[in-house]
């Protein structure tokens, strides 16, 4: 489903949006710039979670290569569960 937005803009903005949408088009520049937003706030929330991991006190294992590898499949695991895939 699609969804058709109005904005307006000031000249400067207009301008430099229409630049880009000449050279892309504008649906993907406006994709390409919401996806990166949406990355940047993905990062901004798991950098907040680190913080509030580090503040919460020591480790309770020792920050090992294999401890970071269980962690990537744990990662890896809930990725596949939360897309459906089998685990």
Do not use: C, N
């Not at 950098?47 to 269980?70: C, H, N, Q, R, Y």
């Amino acid at each position: 489903m699609s969804h058709t937005i109005s904005i307006t803009l000031p000249d400067s903005l207009s301008d430099f949006v229409q630049r880009q949408s000449a050279e892309r088009g504008i649906d993907a520049y406006f994709e390409t710039i919401l996806r990166q937003q949406q990355r940047e706030e993905a990062r901004d929330r798991l950098e907040a979670e680190l913080i509030k991991g580090i503040e919460s006190g020591p480790a309770v294992e020792p920050i090992t290569p294999e401890f970071w590898e269980k962690i990537r499949e744990e990662g890896r695991r809930r990725l596949a569960q939360k897309r459906g895939e089998h685990v």
